[in-house]
């Protein structure tokens, strides 16, 4: 049988508020353990990134001193390719610069024999009296105002020091006087290095070329003429 509330005991009112309550508390406790635990896993994601971060940039510069020190040198490796690169490189280039050398210095010694060969007729045609010029000093000359037997300026100072361009240059006029021949000779200063071949003219203005040594003496008609 139900009774209204204003007849329910009073002791079975007072149990039924109490479980009431206790319920309510649990609820809030329920709710804040939640909260709480919500609240620390934010806190531990946060913390997890921030050291998630510490970490990526503490790799970054790592990564960045790596590379750093890579930029400041090479390995063994690396050097010994080089050097063997440099040095495949010199094995073929210094033979052909060598030859290349001997040629250009070979045809300046020709040039030098023809320029003589001219500067031998002219001076002939200048000084009848004289014949051809005693040797490259007479056909030189510094003071050419105006120019003399023993400083024609005929040939350039270079020349006429008896050096130029890897050949010892000579020439000595004979006979008369006046002189009526002549014979001019060009030899490599270091053979096989500045040159492979002498050179040498006389009167008749051919230019002649041997493998050896050539003097005024042995300049002749024998020695092969240059095609």
Known sequence: MLMPPEYVPVQVQTRADARWNLARRSQRRIADARSTITKLYKVKTRCKCQKGESVLKSLERELEFSNTGREKGFSLIELLIVVAIILIIAAIAIPNLLRARIAANESSAVASIRTINTAMISY??????VGYSANLTALGGTSCTPPTSTG?????TQLASGTKSGY????????GPPAGSYTAVANPLTPNQTGNRSFCSFADAV?????????????TSSVSPLQ
């Open 124 to 129: 002939n045609s200048a000084y009848p009296t």
């Open 152 to 156: 024609a300026c005929l040939i350039d």
């Open 168 to 175: 010892s240059f000579n020439a000595v006029g004979s006979g």
């Open 207 to 219: 230019l002649r070329y041997s493998t050896a040594s050539l003097t005024t003496t042995t300049c």
